[in-house]
Structure formats: C-alpha cells, structure tokens
C-alpha cells in the first residue's frame, strides 16, 4: 500500500477520534437559566418590548433575559448596564450579529427586526436591569 495513504488515513483517523472527544466532553446545553430576575410590570412601550424580546431573544437570552445556559448570556447582567453596553450596542448586535467576547457561547447571529421593534426591546431590557438594580 502507498506509504502517504497510510500515513493520511492516520491522520484523518486521529482528527476523527479527537473530533469525538471533544464533543462527547462539551456538555449539552442545560438551558438553565443564568440569574435570576424579578419581573416587571410592563406597558406601552415596554409591553411591545417584551412582546418582540419573547418573539425574537427569549429562545438564547431567557424569558425575562435571564439568560440561558450553554444558549445565550443574561442581559440583566452588569455586563450590559448601560455605560458598558450603550443601546446602540444591542442596535448594532441584533443588526449585524456579533462576535463571542464575554461568554462562551459563540456568536450571536444578525437579527431579522425591524429598528423601532429593537428600540422597544431595548427599552424593556432596560427598565429589566433598573428593576434589578442594573443602572
């Protein structure tokens, strides 16, 4: 048998065993939630907020943006208040997706929403973190 045939059928046969390690170590996603959060009272805007947070973030980031384990980061965090993460940073995430930088939970893909939905949402999260002395 060819010698290069032996020696890359190893290879590939190595990368494929630490393939399934490494995958059969990485725990599945728990989908626990990350912090806990006290519910808000919400209206107007904020009422439209939650409306669009829980049609478009909740599946990653939790119902009431607890986050969720192993899925997305909580955006009640202090790692979103405000002077770290301005709102168009959330503007910017949702439109264009974002790069993994403060968890390990890979990317954040683009959302497909429209800005004055975003801006609601936004809104929501905000008056979330207030609640949940995140100023």
């Known amino acids: ?13 190595v990368a494929l065993m630490a393939f399934i390690f490494v ?18 009272e919400v209206n107007g805007q904020t009422a439209l907020g939650k409306a669009k947070f829980d049609d478009n973030c909740a599946s990653c980031h939790g119902e009431n943006a607890t986050g969720l384990e192993g899925l997305g980061p909580p955006l009640v965090h202090k790692i ?18 974002v790069r993994a930088h403060h968890w ?13 939905d975003m801006q609601a949402i936004i809104a929501y999260i905000r008056k979330l973190q207030v609640a949940n002395g995140i100023d």
Not at 23 to 40: D, K, W, Y
């Open 1 to 13: 048998m060819n010698k290069n045939v032996l020696i890359i059928s190893a290879l590939a046969f």
């Open 104 to 116: 390990p939970f890979g990317n954040m893909p683009a959302v497909d929403i429209e800005e004055s």
């Open 23 to 40: 995958q059969s170590n990485t725990p599945a996603p728990t989908r626990a939630p990350m912090v806990s959060v006290t519910p808000i």
């Open 80 to 97: 979103y208040e405000p002077s770290h993460h301005a709102d168009i940073a959330f503007m910017l995430a949702a439109r264009n997706g």
